[in-house]
Structure formats: C-alpha cells, structure tokens
C-alpha cells in the first residue's frame, strides 16, 4: 500500500506561480512512476505530467514550457512547479503513483487561478 498526500495549492493571480508537493509514504519500493492529474468542475481527469522511475517527463501539450515535474527518489515526494499560470489551470490537482500495475491516488489539492 502507497499513502499519497498532496499539498501547496490556494489562489493565485493569472501569471503568478505555485509549487505542488506529493508526499508518499508506506511501501514505496517497486513505484514506476509518478505524476499529476487535474480535474476541472465538469471535465474528465486529465493527466498533467508524469515521470518515471528512470526520471524520464511527459507533460501535457496544455502545461508544456510552464510545468516541471520533479522527484526525490529517496523519499519517493514528487513535486510539481506551476508556472504563468492561466484560469484555465485551476482544477483539483491529484498524485498518483502506479506501482506493480496499481494505481494509487491522494485526496487531491484545489488551485485556483484567478485574478
């Protein structure tokens, strides 16, 4: 079992910036990747970026150029940066972790873009 817990979201002008943490906790061993989603009121989940235990990104075409993904292999935290953020980027913002095939989720943090 993997524990997710997110946080660094709130209320930011359009342009502004904000850096998302995951938190991962409980059997970390065997995780193959990590990312973010996000989920619009209305709107599927999409994914926003992902990276793989190897450290190799994919991004979104929406956030590429204005997201980073990062992580901290040791502790298995994965971060996000958020840069000139638009409206269109507010959402709830969930980490994931798919580890031997499973997919693991936390609670989801709320950024909300708007001036």
């Known amino acids: 079992q993997v524990q997710l817990v997110e946080s660094g979201g709130g209320l930011v002008q359009p342009g502004g910036s904000l850096r998302l943490s995951c938190a991962a906790s409980?059997?970390?061993?065997?995780?193959?990747?990590m990312g973010w989603y996000r989920q619009a009121p209305g709107k599927q989940r999409e994914l926003v970026a992902v990276?793989?235990?190897?450290?190799?990104?994919s991004y979104a075409d929406s956030v590429k150029g204005r997201f980073t993904i990062s992580r901290d292999s040791t502790t298995g935290a994965v971060y996000l940066q958020m840069n000139t953020l638009i409206p269109e980027d507010t959402a709830v913002y969930y980490c994931?972790?798919?580890?031997?095939?499973?997919?693991?989720w936390g609670q989801g943090t709320q950024v909300t873009v708007s001036s």
């Open positions: 994931n972790a798919e580890q031997y095939s499973r997919d693991y």
């Open positions: 409980g059997s970390i061993y065997g995780i193959n990747a």
């Open positions: 990276i793989n235990y190897r450290g190799r990104t």
